[in-house]
C-alpha cells in the first residue's frame, strides 16, 4: 500500500494538470491560387512579364504589408501561378487582401523600381477578403483588375482551397478486466488517460476518459477524436495509455499504463488490441507481479472530419438578419445622450455593431440582401406596438441590400417609429427559427444579429425560443449597448450552463453574447475595436453550424440553393 501512495504523488501530477487546450487543432490553412486573363500588354517586343504581390491589412494600422510574392512568368497575358500563398483562415475576422499585378522586366526584387504610378511596370489591382474568396461558388472569384485610369486591365481569377493536413476523426471504445483494487472501501473508480509521444521523447496528453464508478470491470463509454490529435497523421506513433483510479481530492492513484498506436488499434477488436496494464514500479517491488489488469479495445472507426468550409465550399448559405432593439430606455433619438443618436461624424453603437459583424458574415452570403428587422416601438399610423418590424417599411419585403442597405433603413426607422417597449426577444427569434424549420438539408444556415440596450421582458419564451432553434440550422448573436447590467444575457448564452426551458436542456449551444462597452478603445480606434468585437461575437459561428451538420448526419454535398429574396421567407409586421 505504501508503494501505491508513491505511485500516486509521483504519477499523477499531469492527470491533475490535464488542461484540453494542449489538443486544439491548428488554425485552418488555405491555399490561394491566382490565374489571371488578358492583361495589359506592356511591352513593345513581346508580351508581359507578371508577377503577383499579395499584401495583406493589419487590424491595428490598417497599413498594407507584403505577404509574398509569385514566380514571374515570361511572356503572357494570360499567367497560371504555379507559386501558392498559404492563409491562417478566421471566419471571425476580415482579413483584407489586395493582389498587384506587375510586368518584372527588372531582376531587382525591390518593387519601388516597379511603382504604381501607373508607369510601364504596373498591370493592375485587386481587392477581396479571404471570406469572399472562400464564400464564392466553388471558393473561385473572379474580379476585374483596377488601378490603371482609362484601362481595362483584365481579370484576375483567386481559387481557395484548404489544405489537406488530417481531418480523420478516430472514434473508439475500451474497457478492462480485474484492475487493481486501490480504495479501502469499495472498488476503484478508473478511468483512462490519452498520451501521444513527441519526437523528443515527451508525450502530450490528448484525451481524457469518463471516470467508471465502483468497478475493476469498467465499460467506458465510446469517444471521438481527431486524428490529428491524437497522431498527427503519423500512423506509427507512439501513443501511450495511462489507467486511474479517481479521486474525489484530484490525487489519483496510478493503475499502471501501456503503449499503442493509431496503426494497431485501427485493426480493431482482435487478440492485438488487448492490453496487459503494467505498473512498472509494482513490477520492480513484487517478483510475482503480472500486471494490474487488462483493457480491450471493444470497437474502431475512423471518418473524414468535416469542416466548416466544407460545407461551404458544397453550397451552405449563410443567412443573416438583423433585429434593433428600438425601446424607450434607449432615449430620444434627437438628443446626444440617446444610444440611437445619429452623429453625423460618428457611428453610434447600433452603426458600429452592425457594421462590424455584417461585414464579414455578408461574405457568405451570394445575393447579399438581408432581412433587417426592428422591435420594441410604436408603427405609424395607428401606433400599435410591434415586436417585429421591417426596417425599411416593407412587410413584403423585408430586405435591405448589403450592410449599407441596412443602415441606411435603420436610420430612416429611427424617423418614422415611435420607441416604446417591452424588450421583447422570443417573436424574432421564432421568426428566424420559422424560415430556419423548413431548410433543415444543410443547404442554408441562419445567423440573427440581435442589438439591444435592455434588460429582456420575456425572459421564459426566449429561452423556449432557443430551446427550440437549438436543434434547427441556426445562431444567435446579441450585442449588448449601453450601461445596463447584462445578467440575464450571460445566462442565455449557456457557455457554462445549458440553456434549458420546461425541463428541456438545449441540443446545441447556439446564443453568444457580448457587451459592446467592452470594446470601446479609450483611445478611440474604433477599427480595432470593432474588429475584436466581430472577432469574439463571430468565433463559434463555425463550431455551431458544424455541430449541428453532425447532429443531423449532414455531410457536405452539393445542393442547389435558392439565393432568391424570398428563400428565407418574408417576416409578417405582428
Known amino acids: 500500500m505504501e508503494g501505491d501512495v508513491t505511485d500516486k504523488q509521483e504519477d499523477s501530477a499531469s492527470v491533475c494538470e490535464f488542461d484540453p487546450i494542449t489538443g486544439n487543432i491548428p488554425a485552418t490553412k488555405v491555399e490561394i491560387t491566382v490565374s489571371c486573363r488578358d492583361l495589359l500588354d506592356q511591352d513593345t517586343f513581346s508580351k508581359s512579364d507578371p508577377m503577383c504581390v499579395l499584401y495583406t491589412q493589419g487590424v491595428e494600422s490598417k497599413q498594407w504589408r507584403e505577404f509574398g510574392r509569385t514566380e514571374v512568368i515570361d511572356n503572357t497575358l494570360n499567367p497560371d501561378f504555379v507559386r501558392k500563398y498559404i492563409l491562417d483562415y478566421f471566419f471571425e475576422e476580415k482579413q483584407n487582401l489586395r493582389f498587384d499585378i506587375y510586368d518584372i522586366d527588372s531582376k531587382s526584387p525591390d518593387l519601388s523600381k516597379h511603382p504604381t504610378d501607373f508607369n510601364q511596370d504596373f498591370l493592375g489591382q485587386a481587392f477581396c477578403t479571404l471570406g469572399e474568396i472562400v464564400g464564392s461558388p466553388a471558393s473561385r472569384l473572379e474580379k476585374p483588375l483596377g488601378g490603371i485610369p482609362g484601362k481595362t486591365c483584365g481579370t484576375i481569377i483567386l481559387t481557395a482551397e484548404e489544405l489537406g493536413n488530417c481531418r480523420d476523426c478516430a472514434t473508439m471504445q475500451f474497457c478492462a478486466h480485474k484492475l487493481d483494487k486501490k480504495d479501502f472501501f469499495g472498488r476503484s473508480d478508473p478511468f483512462m488517460v490519452f498520451y501521444r509521444s513527441n519526437e523528443d521523447g515527451t508525450f502530450t496528453i490528448c484525451h481524457k476518459t469518463e471516470v467508471v464508478k465502483n468497478t475493476l470491470n469498467p465499460v467506458w463509454q465510446p469517444f471521438s477524436i481527431p486524428v490529428r490529435a491524437l497522431c498527427n497523421g503519423d500512423y506509427d506513433r507512439s501513443i501511450k495509455v495511462e489507467v486511474y ?167 430612416q426607422s429611427l424617423k418614422t417609429v415611435q420607441l416604446y417597449g417591452p424588450t421583447n426577444f422570443a417573436p424574432i427569434i421564432n421568426h428566424v427559427a420559422q424560415y430556419a424549420a423548413a431548410v433543415q438539408d444543410g443547404s442554408q444556415y441562419f445567423v440573427l444579429l440581435i442589438i439591444t440596450d435592455g434588460v429582456i421582458s420575456d425572459m421564459a419564451q426566449t429561452k423556449e425560443a432557443i430551446v427550440n432553434g437549438a436543434k434547427l440550422p441556426m445562431s444567435i448573436i446579441i450585442v449588448g449597448v449601453g450601461q445596463a447590467e447584462f445578467d440575464a444575457m450571460v445566462e442565455l448564452d449557456g457557455d457554462d450552463i445549458r440553456i434549458s426551458s420546461r425541463g428541456k436542456l438545449a441540443e446545441r449551444d447556439i446564443v453568444q453574447f457580448v457587451p459592446f462597452r467592452d470594446y470601446m478603445d479609450r483611445t478611440g480606434n474604433h477599427v480595432l475595436s470593432m474588429a475584436r468585437l466581430a472577432k469574439d461575437v463571430l468565433a463559434e459561428i463555425p463550431d455551431q453550424l458544424i455541430s449541428y451538420m453532425k447532429s443531423k448526419g449532414i455531410k457536405p454535398h452539393h445542393t442547389p440553393t435558392d439565393c432568391s429574396p424570398s428563400a428565407p421567407g418574408s417576416p409578417v409586421a405582428v
Open 245 to 411: 483510479d479517481w479521486d474525489r481530492d484530484g490525487s489519483h492513484d496510478f493503475i499502471g499504463e501501456f503503449t499503442t498506436s493509431f496503426k494497431e488499434l485501427s485493426r480493431g477488436q482482435s487478440q492485438f488490441n488487448v492490453y496487459e496494464v503494467v505498473n512498472a514500479k509494482k513490477k520492480i517491488k513484487k517478483r510475482r507481479y503480472i500486471n494490474s489488469g487488462t483493457v480491450t479495445l471493444l470497437a474502431f472507426s475512423v471518418e473524414s472530419e468535416h469542416t466548416f468550409l466544407d460545407y461551404i465550399k458544397a453550397g451552405t448559405q449563410i443567412h443573416f438578419t438583423v433585429a434593433i432593439d428600438f425601446t424607450a430606455s434607449n432615449g430620444n433619438p434627437s438628443q446626444s445622450t440617446s444610444l440611437h443618436y445619429m452623429n453625423p461624424y460618428q457611428m453610434n453603437a447600433y452603426a458600429m455593431a452592425l457594421k462590424a459583424v455584417g461585414e464579414i458574415i455578408q461574405d457568405y452570403d451570394s445575393d447579399k440582401m438581408f432581412p433587417a428587422l426592428g422591435f420594441g416601438a410604436k408603427l405609424p399610423p395607428d401606433g400599435r406596438v410591434s415586436h417585429e418590424f421591417p426596417l425599411n417599411g416593407n412587410v413584403d419585403n423585408p430586405y435591405c441590400n448589403g450592410i449599407e442597405g441596412i443602415l441606411e433603413a435603420y436610420h
